[in-house]
């Protein structure tokens, strides 16, 4: 087998990693790039294989980091299967059309306004290639063994975020294992991991490989930081994630009211992605640890903006609150225009609850930004901005290591992947040191033989 790693090295984002075996090619996740221009410009450049020379994707979960790439590679030629959990595709068929909207948006507005470099702005693709590649999302079952080509590949659950796994890919009787995104053996909605079993090779994500999470209790530091806002007549903005925080979020948010840890205050989630995975987080209990009762308690707990015209309501509404709204690192969507509206009063509070990706405006904004650019126009930043890593869906440094302590037998070498460079060779070394287990932080384009 050769594998070579043709995103997420050296960065949480893009993550493609081609393995081939005989003449069997596969492609295990097909992300977009994001964060730095420099790596966002990746998404444009032409794969160093052809898309129509690979057999089949194999996807680990849902986020666009990690499927978003799809309707391109499909436009591109691709034309066999994508193998994927049946909640990966429930996602997908979210967050996809939702991605390209997005873009399509983006570039409309870029096109109005006259503030893009491009004339005339394009997006990367088309909602027409987004529904080209739902077409080939195939659902397979956990734990079972599937055949393509010259190799057979099985699903594992991964925790992180509903239908998450991680993948075993077997040629010749030797096995790679490929992480994909971690969850919390602790999580508050999700299951634990399952253990990565006997194989040869392990590509492993870093995103928190040189970090633990904080020992903080969810609910009474979000508690604390809600009534503070309302105390000083504010809004409590938060940029999420739609897919896992949002819902992460909405059970603090139950539990807070219920255990009476802050006044009842309105809830509102403005991004039609988040609403639309919410309500398929309620359908999917079998998937994550909320009997059906408690998901529908969770899920009612907050007020859904629906339409434009409501959105634009909401961010003119004078009102002490809540609002969650994508996307999580404000890089684009409803969010801005809340940003916009809320970050120049030292009322409010902006609420970052998770890692925010290098050149992310969230990122600018976390480590002080006094203003940013939002649409074409600068904006200042007045309100209190809190970053927690506490909602977390990633495992931590320990909970990476334990997860990689439970090989059954030593794997023949470790690829750190999936975190920034610092992370990943922080994980290399305690892998190395720890566990004892060869381990190498790997390069774009690197390509190795597993001989």
């Keep these: 087998m050769k594998l070579t790693f043709l995103g997420a090295a050296g960065t949480v984002t893009g993550s493609k990693y081609l393995l081939e075996a005989d003449r069997t090619r596969i492609l295990v996740d097909?992300?977009?790039?994001?964060?730095?221009?420099?790596?966002?410009?990746?998404?444009?450049d032409e794969l160093p294989v052809e898309p129509a020379s690979i057999d089949a994707v194999l996807l680990t979960h849902a986020h666009v980091d990690h499927s978003g790439y799809l309707p391109a590679l499909v436009r591109d030629g691709f034309a066999g299967a994508v193998f994927c959990s049946e909640p990966t595709r429930a996602l997908c068929e979210i967050l996809l059309p939702d991605a390209a909207y997005l873009q399509e948006e983006d570039a409309g507005?870029?096109?109005?306004?006259?503030?893009s470099v491009h004339h005339p702005a394009l997006p990367l693709y088309t909602g027409a290639d987004a529904d080209a590649a739902i077409a080939r999302l195939v659902p397979v079952a956990f734990d079972s063994w599937?055949?393509?080509?010259?190799?057979?590949?099985?699903?594992?659950?991964?925790?992180?975020?509903?239908?998450?796994?991680?993948?075993?890919?077997e040629h010749a009787g030797r096995q790679i294992l490929f992480s994909g995104d971690l969850g919390r053996s602790d999580d508050l909605l999700m299951r634990p991991p399952a253990g990565p079993g006997a194989p040869d090779w392990i590509v492993v994500e870093s995103t928190y490989g040189d970090r633990l999470h904080p020992k903080r209790d969810p609910f009474d530091t979000l508690a604390s930081i809600l009534t503070k806002t309302i105390a000083r007549g504010g809004v409590l903005l938060i940029p999420s994630f739609a897919v896992g925080r949002a819902q992460t979020l909405l059970y603090c948010f139950h539990e807070i009211f219920r255990r009476q840890l802050a006044r009842q205050a309105p809830v509102y989630v403005n991004s039609p992605m988040a609403t639309n995975v919410t309500q398929l987080f309620r359908r999917s209990a079998a998937y994550h640890r909320l009997d059906a009762s408690l998901s529908a308690a969770v899920c009612d707990v907050a007020r859904y903006v629906r339409s434009v015209e409501e959105s634009r309501k909401l961010v003119g509404r004078q009102f002490h609150g809540v609002i969650i709204s994508a996307s999580g690192m404000a890089s684009g969507g409803r969010v801005l225009h809340h940003l916009r509206a809320l970050g120049p009063d030292s009322r409010n509070t902006l609420l970052f609850p998770g890692f925010q990706a290098p050149g992310t405006r969230g990122d600018a904004i976390v480590h002080g930004a006094r203003q940013v650019k939002i649409h074409g126009a600068l904006v200042p930043i007045e309100a209190e901005v809190i970053q927690l890593d506490i909602f977390?869906?990633?495992?931590?440094?320990a909970g990476l290591i334990d997860w990689m302590r439970g090989c059954e037998r030593a794997p023949r070498r470790?690829?750190?992947?999936?975190?920034?460079?610092?992370?990943?060779?922080?994980?290399r070394r305690i892998v190395k040191d720890e566990l004892g287990y060869p381990a190498h932080v790997p390069e774009y384009r690197e390509s190795v033989d597993l001989a």
């Design 109 to 115: 507005y870029a096109n109005r306004k006259g503030f």
């Design 30 to 44: 097909c992300g977009l790039y994001q964060g730095l221009k420099q790596l966002r410009l990746r998404n444009w």
């Design 392 to 397: 977390s869906a990633h495992a931590d440094q």
């Design 146 to 169: 599937q055949e393509v080509g010259a190799v057979r590949f099985r699903l594992q659950p991964a925790g992180h975020i509903l239908g998450a796994a991680s993948i075993a890919v």
């Design 414 to 427: 470790v690829f750190v992947t999936h975190g920034e460079a610092v992370p990943a060779d922080t994980l």
